[in-house]
């Protein structure tokens, strides 16, 4: 379901609690700047590791060329753009977009120390309001960063904004499980097994607990592409990895 705009006031869900509209995004930040230094180790609780095939795959698939112009969104850890180097090649531009300061500059330091320095842009900026010019990037991509905005509808029709005509937008975000057997197993890994890693290896079970809760919030598969149809994108597509456990959405602007 569609989230009111923090313009006009009302609640909306933090995890599985209801907040007011406009607290929401303080209290996403207090979660992303308490996991920024255990920000690999995050992913790897909550998707038993595999989230590096994932996002390969997801750059892997993505229309995109030398020379190109690229944003990536909830892009603080620096992965996505870190993969997408060698398809942009030396004259491609990466920017590497985050609403949280604190994610922002771990990533940017694992890409200095990973030798990733020329063609980087990195841009604290908040996706329901993008600071860019109209069709300005070739690629604009979100990963596992959606789900925790609080307007996503306005966040898609800003990543269609930003977008020149022919360019690709994708996202990479947890979604619905198909298989019935498996639901049991994936909710009691959620809610009982990550909050307790959470707690011994980072020494914060809160934040993952609203993690894993952020995830059954998330638009499904289905409702999430007619979100993005209705944003404006066309040949709006999806296809589940790992059973649905992971989506990765496409849509073009024409």
Not at 170 to 176: A, K, P
Not at 199 to 213: I, M, N, P, V, W
Request: glycine share 12%.
């Amino acid at each position: 379901m569609s989230e009111k705009s923090p313009g006009t006031g009302g609640t909306t869900h933090f995890g599985f609690r209801d907040v007011p509209v406009g607290e929401k995004q303080k209290l996403v930040g207090e979660v992303f700047s308490s996991v920024a230094g255990n920000y690999d180790l995050m992913n790897d609780l909550m998707s038993m590791g595999i989230h590096r095939v994932w996002k390969r795959y997801f750059v892997a698939t993505a229309q995109v060329g030398k020379g190109d112009r690229v944003l990536d969104l909830a892009g603080g850890t620096g992965d996505i753009a870190a993969l997408l180097k060698d398809r942009v090649g030396p004259e491609g531009e990466l920017v590497l977009g985050d609403i949280n300061g604190d994610m922002l500059r771990v990533g940017r330091d694992r890409m200095v120390d990973r030798g990733n320095v020329r063609g980087f842009e990195y841009v604290q900026c908040n996706a329901q309001a993008l600071p860019f010019p109209d069709a300005s990037f070739d690629l604009v991509t979100i990963a596992f960063g959606l789900r925790n905005v609080t307007d996503k509808d306005a966040a898609l029709r800003e990543m269609l904004r930003v977008l020149k005509v022919g360019g690709q937008a994708r996202v990479l975000e947890f979604s619905e499980v198909k298989a019935d057997w498996f639901k049991p197993l994936y909710d009691f890994h959620s809610f009982q097994v990550l909050p307790r890693l959470g707690r011994l290896f980072a020494h914060d079970a809160d934040s993952y607990q609203y993690l894993a809760e952020s995830i059954r919030k998330h638009p499904p598969q289905d409702e999430l592409k007619a979100m993005m149809e209705a944003a404006g994108f066309a040949r709006c597509d999806y296809r589940n990895l790992s059973g649905g456990i992971v989506a990765v959405h496409t849509g073009y602007r024409t």
